[in-house]
């Protein structure tokens, strides 16, 4: 069953969002959320057509979560809600090069919004951290398209409830050239389960050369699609990605323990801005 509500906005209904592992796509009713956040003033803003986060084109990538490829007790909820705040409807495909993704097609009304879960959880970028302390090129990345503007909004949480993080995704109009990566400390108490922290770059065109200058510091030709990613058990706030055609920089950390107590961690993740 599908339901159906109209866009107040669009935080209040991601926040509002929980777990539905059986459901592909489902939308939200106002009623769904906790008292306090229903009685949020009426006239609230909408979200503007010309904000940085809109767009009719995206690209993105999941950083892994998993943070023991020797623990298969557990996996993870990949999600994307999409967010119209348009008066039309918002008609949305999603796809992949990633061999065993089936591509998605679905309508966002007008004024409303839709969780769309992703699967397969081996999808995410270094799945499992089987590449430590190395650059690869791999092909998980995630193209959205729209005939509309929209927002999006990335989630990935673990089944068992230990950690979760979303991330706002920028459309591919806002991505730049150069970028200097923000990260978190890897808990080095967990580097037993090699708690990394993960840097991907996204081509939006074919023949576009990254270089970083940290670890991988050769040039690499990235066609439409792939992504230069690296894991590294070392902080990697400040490297620079560089790149000739518009790239998206996706980086996070499997257990990053922010700076006050690294017997704790949890899985971070953002998307950065040029």
């Known amino acids: 069953m599908v339901m159906t509500s109209h866009l107040v906005l669009g935080l209040i209904f991601i926040l509002g969002v929980t777990a539905e592992r059986t459901t592909t796509i ?9 008292r306090y956040l229903r009685l949020a003033p009426s006239k609230a803003v909408p979200l503007s057509a010309a ?17 023991s490829a020797k623990d298969t007790s557990y996996t993870e909820d990949l999600s994307l809600i999409i967010t119209n705040p348009m008066n039309q409807d918002a008609l949305i495909t999603i796809n992949s090069p990633y061999p065993s993704f089936k591509n998605v097609s679905l309508t966002v009304g007008g004024g409303q919004w839709r969780k769309v879960d992703i699967n397969p959880a081996d999808i995410q970028t270094n799945y499992m951290d089987q590449y430590l302390q190395k650059a690869v090129i791999e092909n998980k990345s995630l193209f959205v398209n729209s005939n509309v503007s929209v927002s999006l909004v990335a989630s990935n949480s673990l089944t068992d409830g230990g950690g979760e993080d979303k991330f706002v995704v920028l459309p591919i109009c806002q991505l730049g050239t ?8 890897s808990a080095h108490n967990f580097q037993s389960y090699q708690s990394t922290n ?4 996204i081509a939006t065109k074919d023949n576009t050369t990254v270089q970083l200058n940290y670890l991988f510091r050769t040039p690499t030709i990235l066609n439409r699609g792939q992504q230069l990613t690296i894991a590294t058990l070392y902080t990697q706030t400040t490297i620079a990605v560089t790149s000739d055609k518009p790239v998206a920089v996706i ?24």
């Open 178 to 185: 150069e970028y200097h990566v923000v990260g978190d400390e």
């Open 251 to 274: 980086s996070g950390s499997v257990c990053g323990f922010g700076y006050y107590n690294p017997s704790h961690c949890s899985y971070e993740v953002s998307s950065i801005r040029d």
């Open 26 to 34: 489902r939308a939200g009713l106002k009623s769904e959320l906790p």
């Open 51 to 67: 904000s940085v986060s809109q767009g009719t084109s995206f690209v993105f990538s999941f950083l892994n979560s998993h943070l």
């Open 198 to 201: 993960i840097i991907t770059v």
